[in-house]
């Protein structure tokens, strides 16, 4: 499955996601971001490249047509020779805290839920914590006190701290749906966070 197939699900199962489209050409893109509105981004769509960023396969904060066109051009050039599906082209996300929310199925324990720091340092610092499903809002918020990332959500350094009540809906709802559906792994990361609520900016999971 493609992360457009991935949102899709999570759509219809009420998670609200960034509006997106799936272009397969440069005029298409041009469209989509006039309807979406700019500033987007814009990330390759294909099961053969798993760490897009890695390739130079997104594209961000891209304000306007000519940065697009630009912008959808040099994803092609660094994905050349893969099969592909297409380019989203996404509204680009709020500014904020960079988590990871998910979770698996333990072949012992059943479905656990994990929360913690996202983004590409998720396998640098390994600040995570995990529950067994199911979990409560106050399950979570024991979950956010054992990060060590914590203080960044409290609000270090003068910031205004996040919105932890969405965040432990969030968490909440991750588990029922990983239970509904059965499933073996999910990951949502990035989640961008900040003081009104969060942007769900990737998604993955297998059944």
């Known amino acids: 499955m493609t992360i457009v197939e ?11 996601v ?23 981004a814009m990330k390759v769509v294909s ?8 390739i130079g396969g997104v594209v961000i904060d891209v304000k306007n047509e000519t ?14 020779g893969k099969k592909i599906d297409g380019i989203m082209v996404q509204k680009m996300a709020r500014k904020g805290i960079e988590l990871i929310v998910g979770g698996k ?39 956010f006190t054992e ?7 409290e609000g270090a350094r003068g910031k205004r701290p996040v919105n ?9 709802k991750i588990c029922r749906f990983m239970q509904k559906y059965d499933v073996k792994e999910l990951d949502l990361n990035p989640v961008i966070c900040d003081h009104e609520g969060y942007d769900i900016l990737d998604v993955r999971f297998s059944r």
């Open 6 to 16: 991935d949102l899709k699900i999570l759509e219809k199962n009420g998670f609200q």
């Open 18 to 40: 960034l509006p997106y489209e799936l272009a397969v050409n440069e005029e298409e893109a041009v469209k989509i971001a006039k309807k979406i509105g700019y500033p987007i």
């Open 47 to 54: 099961s053969q490249i798993e760490h897009k960023t890695d």
């Open 67 to 80: 940065l697009l066109r630009q912008g959808f051009q040099d994803i092609e050039k660094k994905v050349r």
């Open 105 to 143: 199925k333990d072949p012992q324990f059943g479905h656990m839920v994990i929360v913690g720091l996202g983004g590409i340092y998720v396998e640098i610092f390994k600040d995570v914590s995990a529950r067994i499903c199911p979990v409560t809002n106050e399950d979570v918020k024991e979950m």
């Open 147 to 153: 990060l060590k990332a914590n203080a960044l959500l």
């Open 164 to 172: 932890k009540k969405k965040l432990e809906e969030l968490v909440v």
